[in-house]
């Protein structure tokens, strides 16, 4: 074929081998969408798809560990007949009021330690002390005070979810930036202005680590209280499915506790990137 016949009109209009073509984009594409997905939720989703294949080709005993779609269906049942929903709303009224609670009081009395040093060295070793001090070694003596209602299951988990949030507030407020507040003490400002527009902006992004922590260990608490005297709750509900060798209902009620747990965390992570943008800029 000659020079003049490939670059003649007609030899444009067909498609010689690589010529015009452009590179496809979708491969790209969809591996930059799906990379960062498979790299965060690949594992999990290996996990759980190991789990369903294990348990129905019976390499485990699907007695112990049934199927996800048993349990799934287990769990879709409890909450379209009803059963689970006021055992979810009584866990998330005492983790909630305890939580609540915690935040009321942590939050504040740790920006007071962490700004005034003869208090925190005052009441350091009082904290560490009952820090150390495991709640649920303490409940039965919540049990003695309080009595066996909600008081005590409340208290339990209140007690629990102090101290990360207190303990994080205070590193917080430890950590700001010295210069900078006497900088702002250099052109006049005054304790209240150092403390609205330095201290508690820079405390910020760690209190909301002790949040997240409180979050946690609230509805790790939960579940202890609940399964000690208790004849209703998500905890309640494990142990009374446990006795009754109702594994997907049991397995059912702990998943509905990790789905809550991953949704309190999302909330307190959004309402971080909400609040700490400043924060996010910098890094």
Request: hydrophobic content about 55%; overall charge positive; aromatic content about 10%.
């Amino acid at each position: 074929m000659s020079f003049e016949t490939l670059n003649s009109p007609l030899a444009t209009s067909f498609d010689l081998p690589g010529r015009n073509r452009r590179p496809s984009t979708l491969g790209p594409w969809i591996a930059g969408r799906l990379g960062p997905l498979v790299s965060r939720y690949g594992l999990i989703v290996g996990f759980l798809v190991l789990w369903q294949i294990s348990s129905k080709l019976g390499w485990v005993n699907p007695t112990i560990f049934p199927p996800l779609d048993l349990i799934i269906a287990a769990l879709w049942e409890g909450i379209s007949s009803g059963a689970l929903l006021d055992d979810i709303a009584i866990s998330l009224q005492r983790s909630g009021l305890a939580f609540a609670s915690a935040v009321a009081i942590g939050i504040p009395l740790g920006l007071f330690m962490g700004q005034i040093r003869a208090v925190e060295q005052a009441l350091d070793p009082l904290l560490q002390f009952f820090r150390q001090t495991s709640a649920l070694a303490l409940y039965p003596v919540f049990i003695l005070l309080l009595g066996l209602g909600e008081a005590s299951k409340v208290f339990v988990i209140f007690w629990a979810t102090l101290f990360p949030l207190l303990l994080a507030t205070i590193g917080g407020v430890k950590e700001v930036d010295t210069k900078l507040i006497e900088m702002a003490r250099t052109y006049g400002a005054g304790p209240v202005t150092i403390f609205r527009r330095i201290v508690l902006p820079a405390s910020v992004p760690a209190i909301f680590v002790g949040l997240r922590l409180s979050a946690t260990t609230a509805l790790l608490l939960l579940i202890a209280a609940e399964m000690i005297g208790a004849n209703k709750g998500i905890g309640f509900q494990v142990m009374n499915a446990q006795y009754n060798f109702q594994v997907p209902l049991m397995f059912a009620a702990i998943l509905l506790l990790a789905l809550l747990g991953l949704a309190a965390n999302a909330v307190l992570v959004l309402l971080q990137r909400k609040l700490c943008r400043w924060s996010q800029i910098n890094a």
